[in-house]
């Protein structure tokens, strides 16, 4: 069974950077796995910020980025700002027609 | 506008079943795949399964094989989430997403509003 892998938790000053990963339990994320990066706040549901691993979805400013980081996908927040404190999720394809959800990163910006 | 309205969830005793439902407007949705992702309470994004545009593919996640059936009908812009043998870990929040995927670009956009299933002991 793959197994979507994200820091559980992750905190931020206002103005910083901070760069999120999505690994797989095994193997390496490449551009094939599509990874995608969804944000969401309690009660709402997800917003696409970023997919085929670096296009930022419409309307999500230019301070969040995504990338290929070694073996992982990445997800860069640079400029931290206090609303960008929420939930973050990837979702990577891992054949077969299967799609895999992270555990998700509570990002805290503080 | 694109939207996805899910409807039908609700309380149901462990051992019963439930039918989701996906109202999509705003693009053609027989050009699309959709899936069903869900959230338990306090918990993260799980994906549950997918159909193709014609229906002629559908997936699901090992959890759910054999007790759920994804549908659609492209007459009625609608997709659906038949759930059978209902057990207290399938109670969560369910989202419908469209599958985007131009120039194999894919992603999980947008998304309805999400139907809440609850189902008790």
């Known amino acids: 069974q793959t197994v979507v892998t994200q820091e559980p938790s992750f905190s931020v000053s206002p103005g910083g950077t901070v760069t999120l990963t999505c690994g797989l339990s095994?193997?390496?994320?490449?551009?094939?796995?599509?990874p995608s990066w969804y944000q969401q706040t309690p009660g709402q549901a997800p917003r696409t910020l970023i997919y085929a691993t670096n296009i930022r979805s419409s309307g999500v400013p230019d301070r969040f980025s995504g990338s290929i980081l070694g073996n992982k996908a990445a997800l860069t927040i640079t400029g931290a700002q206090a609303d960008d404190e929420s939930d973050y999720y990837c979702v990577l394809f891992v054949g077969s027609g299967i799609w895999v959800f992270g555990g998700g990163t509570k990002l805290t910006v503080l | 506008e694109m939207q996805l309205v899910e409807s039908g969830g609700g309380l149901v005793q462990s051992g019963g079943s439930l039918r989701l439902s996906c109202a999509a407007s705003?693009?053609?949705?027989?050009?699309?795949?959709m899936s069903w992702v869900r959230q338990a309470p306090g918990m993260g994004l799980e994906w549950v399964a997918n159909?193709?545009?014609?229906?002629?593919?559908?997936y699901y996640v090992d959890s759910v094989k054999g007790r759920f059936t994804v549908s659609r009908d492209n007459a009625k812009n609608s997709v659906y989430l038949q759930m059978d043998s209902l057990g207290v870990e399938d109670t969560a929040v369910y989202y419908c997403?469209?599958?985007?995927?131009?120039?194999?670009?894919?992603?999980?956009?947008?998304w309805g509003q999400g139907t809440l299933v609850t189902v008790s002991s």
């Open positions: 997403a469209r599958v985007s995927s131009g120039g194999a670009l894919y992603r999980f956009d947008p």
């Open positions: 095994s193997g390496s994320v490449s551009a094939t796995s599509h």
């Open positions: 705003g693009f053609t949705f027989n050009n699309y795949w």
């Open positions: 159909i193709k545009g014609d229906g002629g593919a559908k």
